[in-house]
Structures are given as C-alpha cells and as structure tokens.
C-alpha cells in the first residue's frame, strides 16, 4: 500500500501562484510515476502532469509553460508549482502513483493504483 497526501491548495488571485506538494509513504518506488490531475465541478477529472521515475515529464496543453512538475524521490515527494493561475485552473487537485506502465497509459487515470485526497485550488477572478 501507498498512501498519499496533498497539501498546498489554497485561495489565489488570477495571476498568482500556487506550490502543491504531494508526500508518499509505505510501499514507496523511486521507479513509481507520479501524476497529477484535477477536476473541477461537475466534470471529469483530468490529466495535468505526470512525471517517471527517470525524470521524463509532460503536461496538458493548457497547462504547459505555466506550471512544473518535480519530485524529490529522498522524500518521497513530488511536487506541483503553479504560476501565471487562471480561473479555469479552479479544481480539485489529486496526486496519484502508478507503477512502470506504457507512456501514453499515463494520461489515463485508470492507470494510476494509489490517490490521494485531494486538495482545492480556487483561482479568482
């Protein structure tokens, strides 16, 4: 088992920024991917970021320039930066683990074993 914790959501301004952290403990991997996602009220929840155990990242479109995904594999943390916030970025944010799979499963959420929480981000206008 793995278990996940969100923290760093928050209330922000348009333009503002936001750091989400995501701390993993238990049957932890450095070879584990992390991914993040988001869903918003009454939508589906969606890909973010994702980033391997070798370090290979990717983004969303919408997201891409704007935010940064990284992880510190001696804390079993990945992280989240968010800049440049806008209003459609308002969702819940949820990290999530998954082990070695195929690189274009990961976009996928149903690849992903093990979720945190969740944690709020709400951009205002």
């Known amino acids: 088992q793995v278990q996940l914790v969100e923290s760093g959501g928050g209330l922000v301004q348009a333009g503002g920024s936001l750091r989400l952290s995501c701390a993993a403990s238990?049957?932890?991997?450095?070879?584990?991917?992390m991914g993040w996602f988001r869903q918003a009220p009454g939508k589906e929840r969606e890909f973010v970021a994702v980033i391997s155990g070798s370090g290979s990242m990717d983004y969303t479109d919408s997201v891409k320039g704007r935010f940064t995904i990284s992880r510190d594999k001696a804390r079993n943390t990945a992280y989240l930066q968010m800049n440049s916030l806008k209003p459609e970025d308002t969702s819940v944010y949820y990290c999530?683990?998954?082990?070695?799979?195929?690189?274009?499963?990961?976009?996928?959420?149903?690849?992903?074993?093990?979720w945190g929480q969740g944690t709020q981000v709400t951009v205002s206008s």
């Open positions: 238990g049957r932890t991997s450095s070879n584990y991917v």
């Open positions: 999530a683990v998954a082990a070695a799979a195929p690189w274009r499963s990961l976009y996928n959420m149903r690849t992903y074993d093990y």
